[in-house]
């Protein structure tokens, strides 16, 4: 039972232009099942460190393209519903228009893969219906791109709030414990402790 990490490259694009991104690729639960947070950029190495386990649901943390490219390829491959907070429909609508997510992710939404369970954190500013799970007996946050090492989540582009992302992490995930390790949408993992003593910095820097 635990957490499982891959690094995956593409691009992200949005706004008319195009990035070069690592994202973090989360694979949680035990031997038989699992459940896999954010299905970015290559599905196959996915795929492969899944093996012939259980998938019990793709979720994706935002809809940005980076971390939903392969979202459906691996939902068909293991047959398993892809989940998503529907305030996320313009962005998902950019990469995949002709398919819709087969489940939504809502705030307090508590979901279960090989034992683990994760608790959906409805965390809106870097888009919408950004969303982190909280897996308390694991002391893990999986933050997608609300919260990285070093700061908030990026917020200059269409459909982000600085004002908003900065209000979600104060009331929603700072009040998690200090030692809560958090697993990033992209880069380093940081903890909740690490981050909160510099709210003021990123006010005072803001957006
Ligand atoms: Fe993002």
Redo the contacts with the bound molecule.
């Keep these: 039972m635990g957490v499982e990490h891959l690094v995956t490259s593409g691009t992200?694009s949005l706004d008319g232009g195009t990035w070069d991104v690592d994202n973090n690729v989360w694979i949680v639960g035990n031997d038989s099942e699992v459940l896999v947070i954010d299905a970015a950029h290559s599905a196959d190495k996915i795929a492969s460190a899944i093996g012939d386990r259980r998938v019990v649901a793709v979720v994706c943390t935002?809809a940005?393209d980076?971390?939903v490219n392969q979202a459906p390829a691996l939902a068909d491959r293991f047959n398993a519903p892809i989940l998503l907070n529907p305030a996320e429909a313009p962005l998902w609508d950019m990469t995949w228009p002709d398919r819709t997510p087969d489940g939504e992710l809502t705030d307090g939404q508590v979901l279960s893969a090989g034992g683990v369970e994760l608790r959906v954190i409805h965390t809106p500013g870097?888009?919408p219906g950004s969303s982190c799970l909280y897996a308390p007996e694991l002391g893990v946050l999986f933050s997608?791109?609300t919260l990285f090492n070093g700061g908030p989540?990026?917020t200059g582009r269409s459909y982000s709030s600085f004002d908003t992302i900065v209000e979600s992490i104060k009331d929603k995930l700072f009040p998690l414990p200090d030692d809560t390790e958090v697993r990033t949408?992209h880069g380093d993992s940081t903890r909740i402790g690490a981050e909160s003593p510099h709210l003021q910095e990123w006010l005072t820097r803001g957006n």
């Design positions: 992200f935002h940005h980076d971390h870097h888009s997608g791109d989540g990026a949408g």
